[in-house]
T-cell receptor, first 117, second 113 residues
Framework: DTEVTQTPKHLVMGMTNKKSLKCEQH?????MYWYKQKAKKPPELMFV???????INESVPSRFSPECPNSSLLNLHLHALQPEDSALYLC????????????????FGDGTRLSIL | GENVEQHPSTLSVQEGDSAVIKCTYS??????FPWYKQELGKGPQLIID?????GEKKDQRIAVTLNKTAKHFSLHITETQPEDSAVYFC????????????FGAGTRLTVKP
């Protein structure tokens, strides 16, 4: 079992639906990440939150909207997605303390497998 | 930006043999190199990492070596077992790019009993 919990594990939605992915960690980490992973490909970074503030947005379409309500929670709000958005969405966290946090390990959840009809 | 190349893309070994996966990176500023194992239906799991001030690190059957001059690092698994079968990703951390971490394309390792 991982220490980063993602819900739901699977999600099927239509292109007009609005849904949210949730991620939770209780390791006291202050940096949290969203990645997208297509089949047989490595994870691709989407968003980074550091101390609850968005620090990196890798030119992700606005139909993906991240939210970090507190240091333990990370959400990804989905709206008007396209079939090509079907993928495994991974959440990760790392310590995120001070300037040295750039080389701290990231811990991943098991992801939400998203299918867009 | 950082570019990480990983090879081979697939690797098949007999149980008990060793497996080696190699990665190269392009940005000399990278200072942190983790390796992840991803099993079917799971997220990537950190198995070992190395920082640029160290040339080699070992944890039981797993070892990682780093050559900063050549900008390459390798994962070595000895005495492989069927449960080592998975996709392995290397990654390199770009120091000045906040939290950005670049992954290699992955290696599918199959250990035959």
């Amino acid at each position: 079992d991982t220490e980063v919990t993602q819900t739901p594990k699977h999600l099927v939605m239509g292109m007009t639906n609005k849904k949210s992915l949730k991620c939770e960690q209780h390791m006291g980490h202050r940096a949290m990440y969203w990645y997208k992973q297509k089949a047989k490909k490595p994870p691709e970074l989407m968003f980074v939150y550091s101390y609850e503030k968005l620090s990196i947005n890798e030119s992700v379409p606005s139909r993906f909207s991240p939210e970090c309500p507190n240091s333990s929670l990370l959400n990804l709000h989905l709206h008007a997605l396209q079939p090509e958005d079907s993928a495994l969405y991974l959440c990760a966290s790392s310590q995120g303390r001070g300037r040295g946090f750039s080389n701290q390990p990231q811990h991943f959840g098991d992801g939400t497998r998203l299918s867009i009809l | 930006g950082e570019n990480v190349e990983q090879h081979p893309s697939t690797l098949s070994v007999q149980e008990g043999d060793s497996a080696v996966i190699k990665c190269t990176y392009s940005d000399s500023a990278s200072n942190y190199f983790p390796w992840y194992k991803q099993e079917l239906g799971k997220g990537p799991q950190l198995i070992i990492d190395i920082r640029s001030n160290v040339g080699e690190k070992k944890d039981q059957r797993i070892a990682v070596t780093l050559n900063k001059t050549a900008k390459h690092f390798s994962l070595h698994i000895t005495e492989t077992q069927p449960e080592d079968s998975a996709v392995y990703f290397c990654a390199a951390k770009v120091l000045y790019n906040n939290n950005d971490m670049r992954f290699g394309a992955g290696t599918r390792l199959t250990v035959k009993p």
